[in-house]
């Protein structure tokens, strides 16, 4: 690298603080609250990751997401994922048109709403795998192939997929190899008595949001280069191994682990720690991720990559709590 490419990197870093301050301010015109939410999703889209978003009806997840595409000026799309949802539903679908004047017949391919840059997918585990398999492959190859035709989809790309944790009849829980390709999986929860009073005074109001537009596509995509380019310690990336590893039950010598884990995180698990440490370090103004910052990470991408054991539910133990404790028992070398 050379010093003007450096310079201008860390004139880029300095910048990033900035612009997520002010996104921050933007955003909680409309949401009171969920400093840490915010946190992770900017952390996950900047990483050019996808989320998986855990919280009960009514915590205002779809405001939240359309709010950020609104600040980002990107294009949004919401998705209700129902039982009788078709894959050409997600991704597009071919129609017969007819030329008025010649009166030839053609194929024309209809882009499907999986077409922009924030895509919602609203209760995915209320679809069948067939459907829910078309979403995850546009999230991991970036495009779609309809009519024997493949078709790029726009940058940065950013799917956010919602469950309801308190219903599961006529569902079909995504397998955790299909888990494993979010990045992150963000636990919404109930907010305070304080912020609860501020939602319900604004929400019933004449309140009206004037939102301003902090950056758009072409600049997060230059950040989500910046992130990958951000140099990592020997000793964090050492940590973020250990922590991953340490959920294994065959490689693992901490006896609760073997007790209530059946299988633990895979090596994408490392690699997430690291990648959002990177990108949480850039956002805070730093040039270089710490430890505390794989901590800070560790639960969002650890908590769906973790399947508990019988023993785990019979001793009321969930993966919430294996997360902290490992994190307490994992020493920092």
């Known amino acids: 690298m050379t010093e003007v490419e450096r310079k201008e990197d860390i004139q880029a870093v300095e910048r990033l603080k900035q612009a997520r301050d002010k996104i921050k ?23 050019n990751g996808h989320c998986l978003l855990i919280g009960v009806p009514g915590l205002a997840k779809t405001l939240l997401i359309s ?10 799309s919401r998705i209700q994922f129902t039982p009788d949802l078709m894959p050409s539903d997600i991704t597009g679908t071919e129609i017969l048109e007819e030329d008025v004047g010649t009166r030839k017949r053609n194929f024309r391919f209809v882009k ?10 609203d209760e995915i585990n209320r679809t069948p795998p067939k459907t829910q398999s078309a979403l995850l492959q546009a999230m991991q190859e970036h495009e779609v192939t309809a009519a024997g035709e493949t078709f790029k989809l ?5 799917v956010l997929a919602t469950q309801n944790p308190i219903e599961h009849e006529g569902t079909y829980p995504l397998p955790e190899a299909q888990l494993d ?25 004449a309140y009206n949001w004037q939102l301003e537009k902090v950056m758009g596509a072409e600049e997060i995509i230059k950040l989500q280069k910046l992130a990958r380019k951000v140099p990592v310690a020997d000793h964090v990336i050492n940590y973020a191994v250990r922590i991953a590893r340490s959920t294994r039950p065959s490689e693992n010598h901490l006896p609760y682990i073997k007790n209530w ?37 560790a639960k969002p991408v650890l908590r769906h990559r973790i399947v508990t054991s019988f023993n ?22």
Not at 25 to 47: C, F, M, P
Not at 67 to 76: G, M, P, S, Y
Not at 154 to 158: A, I, L, R, S, V
Request: aromatic share 8%; proline share 4%.
């Open 25 to 47: 301010t933007e955003i909680k015109k409309v949401i009171v609250g969920q400093d840490r939410v915010i946190d992770e999703l900017l952390v996950a889209l900047l990483s």
């Open 67 to 76: 709010t950020i595409a609104r600040v980002l000026e990107l294009k949004f």
């Open 112 to 121: 499907g709403p999986i077409f922009a840059n924030i895509v919602l997918a």
């Open 154 to 158: 726009d940058e940065p790309f950013f």
């Open 181 to 205: 390709r979010f990045m992150f999986n963000i636990y919404i929860d109930y907010p305070s008595h304080a912020e609860e009073n501020q939602i319900v005074k604004t929400t019933t109001s």
């Open 261 to 297: 884990v059946s299988w633990g995180a895979g090596p994408r698990a490392s690699q997430y720690m690291i990648l959002g440490a990177k990108t949480r370090a850039i956002l805070d103004g730093r040039f270089s991720p710490a430890i505390e910052d794989v901590k800070a990470v």
């Open 312 to 333: 785990a539910e019979a001793d009321g133990v969930n993966t919430e709590n294996i997360i902290e404790k490992l994190l307490g028992d994992v020493k920092e070398e």
